[in-house]
């Protein structure tokens, strides 16, 4: 897909662009930006959610094959809509039904803009040789996608495009398809913006009238004196006032904290107001809202930024072709998503110190509060609907009465950000076969009194009783937690010693482990004996993928959990950095080491499984992509897989024996053939 200046090279030397070229007029605007995207899905039940450029008039048809059709009206009832601009409505639909949906059935369905359907209005939402879109509503919960971390700038391809290739020659089939995609975390980098994206991300708000705000703290009045300042543009640090009190303010939120052992961020671009991150969800869920920005001007830069530009540009552009097809993937796959830091800023809630220096000024309280208003409505809402009804109460009044300038009231827009601050519900349960326990880990941590720059454990006390009674009876259970539970050790092991030099933000370090706490209770709710014996533990975070087979020692019935890792859809570990940690842990942890008995967790054993495709020896696979995992009848995995995003084949994780097995018989057949 192409945009005007998405991949603009040409000398420019300022940091604006003039949005009176942008044409504002509705009629020239699609009557749906986004979606439908398809959440969560019961039999009696059904979630989607959308995104017109008025509010619509909608009826959903449901035609289960071999069935009786459907036709249900949209009425109030069924979809709120939420006017978040002048020409943009979000549609919360929530549909019970009166005759249940059958299950391991194939239904076709449409949502009508009165005669036109999907196929008419949204076109590359539909498969080939298909009229309309359509959904599978499984049984059992055993073959599901996973998989976090999507950065559109990155220069991977979209995991998700790759999931949509392999679901297409299946389309028909409800028997081979996923029962869901989960995202684990980091849909969206909030706090990692391109100069390209930010630059749609201000022409979207323009052309679709996203309401503006009022700043407190910072060195602008409101969002559009922001969007005019010189340093808009790769330099958002400056706009906190320069007093020294700010300091560390702004390396959290602007500065991109130097990470040269794993990551590294540039947070120059944070978004800030509400509307840039409404704008930037609609650009990552949707290429329509591309089209709509395709004719605006690009900024002027200066030199040095126009360098950047230029390589975000190459990047960007493959995002965009890729988005048609993860588009289509959401409108054919049931849905689930849950936080992590990215969604909101990095290293969201690391620590109890971090959490005073970001939550007792306004400026950044704002920046957070506004990302997780964003998250509610555009991701959480459709985890777990009734939760929502007083947040959703206060942000329609909210949106409902801009002042002439259309800006929020900034005393409502507080009060809902406060709100959410301490709201306990984002984490979720789906009753399937297995159970799936979504765990929040961002917002009830476990904080160290003591120590408060020290990371906090990813859950508190009171959050893991929770838990422990989500899990009492169920014979095995599925839990996705945003960072592994189980990952490498060598890594861990620098993070442990880079915390307590004072360093635990520049090497990201949250890991269950990390909290000794937070780490016994969770091993203690496996051992118990009411809760499950089979364990699947999904993540993301990391930006590798991996997958480990984990005994808890020291039970009765020793429960079995596996340790499954993808990430990212699109992003990746830097290479080189990546081998050498796998190699240096696979020479000091192996289990003849020293070391490694002297770290040893006596009350686990942990074995790795092996990635097919690897080539010498490596535990971990770096690749963007997406996972997948198909489970037994006792919630075990039959096979562990990474699709690969490049259209390399895909990499199955297998345990060790067969693996070996495996590469003996590869080595073999190549020796052979020379």
Known sequence: MQSGWLCYTGPVFVHQFDRSLIDTSPSSLPPVLAGPILRRLEPGRLVLWLVGSAPLELTLVLAPRGGTQQRLTLDAERCRVLRIGVHAYIHLIDVTLDEPLPQDTVIDYDVLLGDAGVAQWAPHLVHQGASMPNLVL????????????????????????????????????????????????????????????????????????LYAECLEGATVEDSEALFAHPDNYYRREKLLPAFKSNDDLRDKFFGGSEKPIFTTANAHNHLVTLAEVMAMYLLVWSPLPWKVVQDAPPPRLDAKCTQRWERESAAMQGFCEDLPQAARLLAHVQTMMIFDDHDVTDDWNLSAKWEKTAYEHPFSRRIVGNALVAYMVFQAWGNRPDVFSTALDDLDALLAAPDAKGRLAPQPQDALIRQLAVFNDWDYVLRTQPAIIVLDTRTRRWRNRRTPSHPSGLMDWESLVELQQELLDESAAVIVSAAP?????LI??????????????????????????????????????????????????????????????????????????????????????????????????????????LTRRRDLAINPRLPDQRRHGERVWNGAGVGQVWLDTQGRPLRIVQHNADGRLSTEFLPSEQAEAAKGEVDAVEQTSV
Request: overall charge neutral; proline content about 7%; aromatic content about 10%.
């Open 138 to 209: 499984k049984s059992r919960a055993d073959n599901l996608l996973y998989g976090s971390c999507r950065k559109p700038h990155h220069p991977s391809r979209d995991g998700l495009a790759r999931a949509d290739a392999l679901l297409a020659p299946h389309i028909n089939r409800a028997d081979e398809r996923p029962a869901m995609l989960i995202m684990c975390g980091d849909q969206v980098y909030v706090d990692d913006v391109a100069g390209p994206m930010l630059a749609a991300v201000h022409a979207l708000i323009h052309r679709l009238g």
């Open 485 to 489: 539970m189980f990952g490498v050790k």
């Open 492 to 597: 861990e092991v620098v993070q442990r010693i880079a915390t307590f030099a004072g360093f635990a933000l520049t090497v990201d370090a949250e890991n269950w482990m990390a909290h000794r706490g937070a780490a016994n209770s969770m091993l203690n709710i496996f051992r118990h004996s009411r809760t499950p014996g089979n364990y699947v533990v999904l993540s993301g975070d990391v930006h590798y993928s991996s997958a480990y087979d984990v005994e808890v020692r020291d039970s009765d019935h020793p429960p079995h959990l596996w340790q499954i890792t993808s990430s990212g859809f699109k992003n990746e570990f830097p290479p080189r950095l990546l081998d050498w940690l796998d190699r240096g842990n696979r020479w000091l942890f192996s289990p003849r080491s020293p070391l490694n008995w």
